[in-house]
């Protein structure tokens, strides 16, 4: 069964920061890419930051480069995302999602979770 599980959301003043934890099947993990969306109430889902897996490659949505890293722990099937700098335009749910093939359109993963809250105060 594909499954992912969010974690790690919360209430933070600007400047903060969070770690987002999301853990996931073997099924799931054996995806090769695994990645963050966001989405803020009226905008549109927003990707975040992806790894493929065996690669080690990263990447990055403008807006967050330099302040949040993604990683995996393939041992736990978790993958994070580190948050740091946080800004209050980062407000938003953040979903966790995993696909065979990278891409920055969240209309091509298959797999979701259901998402945690991220407040940031400014």
């Known amino acids: 069964q594909v499954q992912l599980v969010e974690s790690g959301g919360g209430l933070v003043q600007a400047g903060g920061s969070l770690r987002l934890s999301c853990a996931g099947s073997?099924?799931?993990?054996?995806?090769?890419?695994l990645a963050w969306f966001r989405q803020a109430p009226g905008k549109e889902r927003e990707f975040v930051a992806g790894?493929?897996?065996?690669?080690?490659?990263?990447f990055y949505g403008d807006s967050v480069v330099g302040r949040f890293t993604i990683s995996v722990d393939n041992a736990r099937n978790t993958v994070y995302l580190q948050m740091n700098s946080l800004k209050s335009e980062d407000t938003a749910i953040y979903y966790c999602?995993?696909?065979?093939?990278?891409?920055?359109?969240?209309?091509?993963?298959?797999?979701w979770g259901q998402g945690t809250q991220v407040t940031v105060s400014s």
């Open positions: 999602a995993a696909s065979p093939v990278f891409t920055r359109d969240s209309g091509m993963y298959r797999y």
């Open positions: 073997e099924l799931t993990f054996s995806n090769n890419v």
């Open positions: 790894t493929r897996r065996g690669f080690g490659s990263t």
